[in-house]
């Protein structure tokens, strides 16, 4: 069975920290689009040059970079029996791409794993963090930016989506992802 995974959930839901315990467990790599643009800008690549430009002049990475990134990692052979995206795709028009560079290779995704946490569980974690830039106004506006995006997301996803409740300890949490995912094969 092949296990071709998007995780996504607010920030402060535990993506992060589930999707490298589920990669562990699942013997499947954990793709983070954070990662990927750190990896290309470290090597010096032209994509790596591009993200650098639009990151340190503030903007958002256009989809176009960010699909690229993500074609050239989904063809590597340590993918082929499946992966773990983590931060992509964040709009449907990525998700639509995905679709597409799966269908080129004659895959398609296993499942959508939705964690989902109470809003105000995600402002505790979020403050308990004690960054600077995690200011309650501000982790609200991040967590409504992120149900604005997403919720297209969701629904454009509604036939592989699996919802599991992210509250908790790590490991039940954990638990509960790969409980669902068995539940679907």
């Not at 029996?81 to 028009?93: A, S, Y």
């Not at 959508?112 to 109470?118: I, N, Q, R, S, W």
């Not at 790590?170 to 995912?181: H, K, N, P, S």
């Amino acid at each position: 069975m092949t296990n071709r995974l998007v995780l996504v959930g607010p920030p402060g839901a535990g993506k992060g920290t589930q999707a490298a315990r589920l990669s562990e467990e699942l013997g499947i790599p954990h793709i983070s689009t954070g990662d990927l643009f750190r990896a290309h800008i470290a090597q010096e690549t032209e994509l790596g040059r591009q993200v650098k430009e639009y990151l340190d002049s503030g903007q958002l990475v256009p989809d176009e970079v960010t699909n690229a990134m993500v074609r050239e990692r989904l063809a590597s052979p340590e993918t082929a029996e499946g992966f773990l995206l983590d931060g992509f795709p964040r709009n449907v028009g990525q998700a639509e791409e995905l679709a597409k560079m799966l269908s080129e290779a004659d895959q398609e995704l296993d499942a959508v794993v939705e964690l989902k946490v109470d809003e105000e569980e995600l402002v505790q974690r979020l403050l308990a963090r004690g960054r600077n830039d995690d200011t309650e106004d501000v982790i609200r506006r991040r967590q409504q930016v992120y149900r604005d995006e997403t919720a297209p997301l969701l629904e454009y996803y509604a036939d592989r989506l699996v919802t599991i409740d992210g509250q908790g300890d790590i490991a039940e949490v954990t638990a509960r992802v790969l409980d669902a995912l068995k539940q679907r094969s």
